[in-house]
């Protein structure tokens, strides 16, 4: 065979094999290319959100205006809002910010975890009879907004209520938690507000904790502790307050600031 030939048959083997990869690429291209179709699509899918968290979705109401603000009106309304199981709960709280307001692992959360379970087993009653003074008989949860932090940045604002047994000691609350949702992903459970009464005769309790929530991720909350002894009628008060920074799944404490506690007397009305 001539070099002639030899370059010749060998040139036309290489277009017959690159022949099918070229139209291949075409096809591709063109079905990239078809309309309705984008790299957003493409985003869609690998992004596709978790049937449990979509369900979960279901029970907050879109919010857009900002601030959030947590004190006793917002507090009052909360039984309005879609009650939220103990699963549901659990899916929220997988992880928690840790500072002096939220120090250990939310025992009244786990409590309600107790009560919506013997709720379904159908066996609450004979649970609640062996309660232990001043332990939580009732727990409900409710999910309440979802707001948009940022362009991939949500939180989901929910609330928990509890009340003890009806004996003293006694105590009950509702506390207003934020979750953050990172696109697909649950972040960080912290608190946004809330309020606690408590009493074991002669000394009550009380706490109110009010927040204020920011379009530029700024958290600022007040809490305001009072102890008082109902026979002196003395007591003292305690006020710390707390600013936060929230912001793409990440939360951080920024200023702490606690004043002394003031004494104080109640007078007795006429």
Not at 152 to 180: H, K, R
Not at 205 to 222: A, P, R, S, Y
Not at 227 to 232: C, G, M, V
Request: aromatic share 10%; charged share 25%; with cysteine.
């Amino acid at each position: 065979m001539s070099l002639n030939l030899l370059y010749k048959t060998t040139a036309v083997v290489l277009l017959l094999l690159l022949f099918p990869a070229c139209n291949t690429s075409h096809k591709e291209n063109a079905t990239e290319g078809r309309p309705g179709y984008t790299d957003s699509v493409k985003s869609a899918k690998a992004q596709a959100i978790d049937p449990k968290i979509q369900s979960l979705l279901t029970h907050f109401k879109e919010v857009a205006k900002f601030p959030i603000i947590v004190d006793s009106a917002f507090i009052a309304n909360i039984d309005k809002h879609d009650s939220l199981g103990a699963n549901e709960v659990e899916t929220l709280a997988k992880e928690w910010f840790y500072d002096s307001l939220v120090f250990d692992s939310r025992d009244e959360v786990k409590t309600f975890y107790t009560i919506d379970s013997v709720k379904a087993k159908h066996t609450f009653a004979a649970w609640a009879d062996k309660l232990d003074v001043g332990s939580i008989e009732y727990a409900n949860a409710y999910g309440l907004e979802k707001v948009l932090l940022n362009d991939s940045t949500s939180l989901l604002v929910w609330a928990l209520n509890y009340i003890s047994y009806p004996a003293d000691p006694n105590y009950s609350g509702t506390d207003i938690y934020f979750t953050m949702l990172n696109r697909n992903t649950i972040g960080q459970t912290f608190m946004l507000g809330g309020n606690s009464l408590g009493a074991d005769p002669p000394s009550v309790g009380q706490t109110d904790i009010t927040g204020k929530l920011t379009e530029d991720g700024k958290l600022v909350m007040d809490e305001r502790i009072l102890n008082e002894d109902i026979d002196s009628l003395k007591g003292i008060v305690d006020h710390t307050h707390y600013e936060y920074h929230v912001q793409y799944n990440l939360i951080k404490q920024l200023v702490k600031q606690r004043d002394a506690g003031k004494p104080f007397t109640f007078k007795e009305s006429n």
